[in-house]
């Protein structure tokens, strides 16, 4: 074998090699930390009395913790997409007071701000609590009550890839709110389509399949307020489980975490009431992190918490122990 071609034979070898072996740099996904937490912190500030960051933390080290995005006036909670490679939240910084969804894209470190392409319409939403993404990450379940669309109270998808709004349902002053998935093609809500507010299952193009009949998640709703009932809630569809907060005016004063299965044969509370623990989320350890409030104001004197479902105890995760610039911590997810 001559030597040009014994060089050729090598190189030819080598490639192959890097290339099944995904050693390229563009094979690889880089990720902040091993397993990461992205939360929504608020600093304090001088002239705008405090900003909002976008926080990527080590879950295994809350000490380590980097600043992806300065969200300036107004950043709600936020959503990973189902392969771990996208944030969706809302930002009012460009808008006012509703918040347009923004893509975070984790590979490339960009943000976009969506919108619906076919119009030129902005996407508003309600905040980001009731996004629901698909199994692929090609697309997300939104409740958007300024979507452009008449009625005005609208359940739709947002396609990523092609930047359209496919409507899922319209129902006029009244309101669907996505929860999650249940498998690849069934959505679970909560609905007050029927005029009380309830929890059903639903097809990805908007047809009812049945209500879920667990007392865990009943309403009490007085005069138009929630005076006892579930409020953002959260499913996890390896556990068959949802979390959400708990409020029961007649029993304690704060916010309760509380875990619970479809028909109610698991009802857990957690945490003892006297703070408002709010946003739960879970983690792909199975644990629940939410954010505790002990102040009045909505952004004070708060810190994120871990909650293990099992064993009930709960440990402080992040806030101005480490990360003195803190004044107060918004919402989280994995």
Known sequence: MSYKLFFQTFIFSYLLITISCGIFETDKKEEVYQNTIYANVFLQNEEEGYTQELLAINYDNPNQFQILANAGQYFSSIRVSSNSNMLIYGDATHTGNVPQFVKYDLNSNQRTLLHIQNFNIPLFGEGSVGVVWNKESTGFYYTNEQSGFDPSNATLFYDIENERGELVKVVSEKSIIPIGLLGSDTLIV???EFDTLAHYTMTLSGEYIKRIDNPCLEYINTNGLIKRGVLHKAWNDSLKLFTGYYINESSFEGFKIIVTDMNGTVCNEFTE?????????????GEIIFTEQRGFSEISNTQLKL???????VTPFFGVEQFPEVIGVGTADQ
């Open 307 to 313: 909650l293990d479902p099992i064993t009930g105890k």
């Open 273 to 285: 009431g006297l703070y408002y623990n709010h946003s739960p989320r879970w983690l792909k350890t």
């Open 190 to 192: 909560s609905s007050n």
